[in-house]
């Protein structure tokens, strides 16, 4: 078994929307609207990062990064998500290294940081925290969670792109 993490091509497309859709459809907290998302940010030209884990050349995984813009003028912070990972495969390290991956490419891209909204018993072990400065408006503050890159955190209100705002 081949496993390989690689930029998404154009071929991938299809195969991103399947285990998009797939990997929420029984998720509670889920809208099913991340395939609209990651449908939206490819089509504003905003995936700054878009990264799929292959198994003997079929995508199984996918990881979106995107500009997050903060309100104190902090440039070169990304947000995280979103990230699918086909059911059979999911508990098995796949997003793990997906976002490792992802986030090891953003710094050598010159990224500053990294926010997702996600489970701090999950996303922690990869170094996200909660920072009181840092908010994301509508979302309960223990679930917005950031990585900095560098000893600068920054202060204020954060947004996601407005392809988070996709619904069809």
């Known amino acids: 078994m081949e496993v ?6 154009p071929q991938d497309i299809e195969a991103i929307t399947l285990v998009t859709m ?3 459809e029984t998720l509670e907290i889920s809208n099913q609207t991340e395939h609209f998302i990651i449908k939206a940010l490819r089509a504003q030209n905003a995936l700054t990062l878009s990264l799929v884990v292959a198994v003997d050349g079929s995508v199984i995984g996918h990881i979106a990064f995107s500009p997050a813009n903060i309100s104190d003028g902090t440039t070169n912070w990304y947000g995280l998500g979103p990230i699918a990972v086909f059911p059979t495969y999911q508990k098995q390290g796949v997003g ?3 976002i490792n991956k992802g986030l090891l490419l953003l710094k050598e891209m010159g990224g500053q940081g990294c926010v997702l909204v996600g489970d701090p018993g999950y996303y922690q072990q990869f170094g996200f925290k909660n920072y009181l400065e840092m908010t994301l408006e509508g979302i309960p503050q223990e679930f917005f969670m950031a990585l900095p890159f560098t000893e600068e955190k920054p202060q ?3 947004k996601f792109h407005e ?3 996709a619904n069809g």
């Open 163 to 165: 392809g988070f705002l």
């Open 96 to 98: 793990k290294r997906l």
């Open 4 to 9: 390989n993490v690689r930029k998404e091509t």
């Open 156 to 158: 204020g209100k954060v």
């Open 22 to 24: 797939a990997a929420f």
